[in-house]
């Protein structure tokens, strides 16, 4: 996180999850939501959400304070491998194994 409070790790079980960096102790329950394997995680510049790239072809947005999605995934035709979102948090930008990348 920008603060250096907590970090946030994705995986192969589907989830992301979030831990406090000074203990190493899982913070809360883990997003839930991706029908496939985690393939990439980025937090935006002020920490208030991450958006988490999957192979099951979406992209979904968390609140970082909730650990809920907060809106309906954004769909790509082929899996996403990277991310990455505006210092302002207005635009996310997604590409996939396509080679096309999409703004949001």
Known sequence: SPDGQRLVSASNDR???FWDSSTGYQIGQPCTGHTSHILSLVI???????AT???DKT???WSTESRHQIRQ???HAAFVFCLAI???????????????????
């Open 73 to 75: 995934p954004f769909r």
């Open 44 to 50: 935006s510049f002020d920490g208030s959400l991450i």
């Open 53 to 55: 790239a999957s192979d």
């Open 15 to 17: 989830t992301a999850r």
């Open 59 to 61: 992209v979904r947005l």
């Open 86 to 104: 505006s210092p302002n948090g207005e635009l996310l930008v997604s590409g996939d194994a396509d080679g096309k990348v999409r703004l949001w």
